[in-house]
Nanobody, 119 residues
C-alpha cells in the first residue's frame, strides 16, 4: 500500500499563485511516475500534470500548460504542483496519484486537497 498525502490547498483570488505538495514514500519513482488530477463539483476527475519516472519528462493538460509546473524534491519525498495565474475554472479538489504508463493506470490516490479560486 502506498500512502499519498496532499497539502497546500486553499482559497485564493483569480491571478494568485498556489503550490500544492504531495508527500509520498521514499523511492516511489523506482516503480511509478507521479501525477496530479482534479475534480470539480459534479464533474469527472481529469488529468492535470504528470512527471515521468523514466526521464523526468513532464506533461500537462492544455488547460493548465504554461501556468502550472510539476516538480519533485527527492530529499523531501515530495511532488509539487506550482499553480500560477489561477482562474475560477481551476476550482476543484486536487489529487496526486501514482501513474503507470503507457495507459496511465492509477494504482494509488491521495485524499485530495481543495483549491477554490474566487473571481
Amino acid at each position: 500500500q502506498v500512502q499519498l498525502k496532499e497539502s497546500g490547498g486553499g482559497l485564493v483570488q483569480a491571478g494568485d499563485s498556489l503550490r500544492l505538495s504531495c508527500a509520498h514514500p521514499g523511492d516511489i519513482f523506482s516503480n511509478f511516475s507521479m501525477g496530479w488530477f482534479r475534480q470539480a463539483p459534479g464533474k469527472e476527475r481529469l488529468f492535470v500534470a504528470a512527471l515521468s519516472k523514466r526521464d523526468g519528462s513532464t506533461y500537462y493538460a492544455d488547460s493548465v500548460a504554461g501556468r502550472f509546473t510539476i516538480s519533485r524534491d527527492d530529499a523531501k519525498n515530495t511532488v509539487y504542483l506550482q499553480m500560477n495565474d489561477l482562474k475560477s475554472e481551476d476550482t476543484a479538489v486536487y489529487y496526486c496519484a501514482t501513474i503507470r504508463w503507457p495507459r496511465m493506470f492509477i494504482d494509488y490516490w491521495g485524499q485530495g486537497t481543495q483549491v477554490t479560486v474566487s473571481s
